[in-house]
């Protein structure tokens, strides 16, 4: 449903984030990186623009997931919620 397309939206135009900050996190001591641009001009000159997407069949199907997990959970417990609530006279 929607909420799996929200998920795999969201996860194919985050990737490049993600894995920047991963790469940032990985350098540890050794500092390869002097910050983010220097980390995404790295990547992209040594690896080309599809490193900033690696891993994003996995997260994008995970996330999808998720979403449509999420979204169908808080459909369902809306209609619950409104059964619960005062019945309108008519």
């Known amino acids: 449903g929607i909420g799996a397309v929200a998920g795999a939206l969201t ?8 894995v920047i900050k991963t790469r940032m ?3 540890g001591t050794n500092k390869v990186y002097a910050g983010v641009f220097d980390c ?7 690896e080309g623009m599809g490193a900033l997407f690696k891993g994003v069949g996995p997260r994008v199907t995970w996330i999808s997931i998720g979403g449509a997990v999420f979204f169908g959970a808080l459909e369902k417990a809306k209609s619950l919620l409104e ?8």
Do not use: Y
Not at 83 to 90: D, M, N, Q, W
């Open 11 to 18: 996860a194919t135009f985050t990737t490049p984030f993600d």
């Open 25 to 27: 996190m990985l350098q």
């Open 40 to 46: 995404t001009r790295k990547m992209i000159a040594e």
């Open 83 to 90: 059964g619960l609530g005062p019945k309108e006279e008519e």
